[in-house]
């Protein structure tokens, strides 16, 4: 499975934006997908995760201001940042689960910037 994360870029305190990430390969066996951010000095951490039957789980310092979403005949998954906060800026990350074999995939990251 290849991962392609796509969407970042800078935006004010207050604004919106939308990343998305497109999966290729073994697609069909693929079962959860999240994404994850690493901010300036700080550890990769989940920002939201969606399974394979739509159950969704965030963290809690983007619940009801984050969305992620998951088009299975696309493979593709979004995650749609609103209200963003300069404590958002970080590198994005997706990630896809493979429970058949037992393997995690990540994309290639995606910079958000969020200014005051």
């Known amino acids: 499975v290849q991962l392609q994360a796509s969407g970042g870029g800078s935006v004010q305190a207050g604004g919106s934006l939308r990343l998305s990430c497109a999966a290729s390969?073994?697609?069909?066996?693929?079962?959860?997908m999240a994404w994850y951010r690493q901010g300036p000095g700080k550890e990769r951490g989940l920002v939201a995760s969606i399974s394979s039957d739509g159950s969704r789980n965030y963290a809690d310092s983007v619940k009801g201001r984050f969305t992620i979403s998951r088009d299975h005949a696309k493979n593709t998954m979004d995650l749609q940042m609103n209200s963003l906060k300069p404590e958002d800026t970080a590198v994005y990350y997706c990630?896809?689960?493979?429970?058949?074999?037992?393997?995690?995939?990540w994309g290639n990251g995606t910079l958000v910037t969020v200014s005051s």
């Open positions: 390969g073994s697609t069909a066996t693929i079962n959860s």
């Open positions: 990630k896809a689960d493979r429970s058949i074999v037992r393997k995690s995939y």
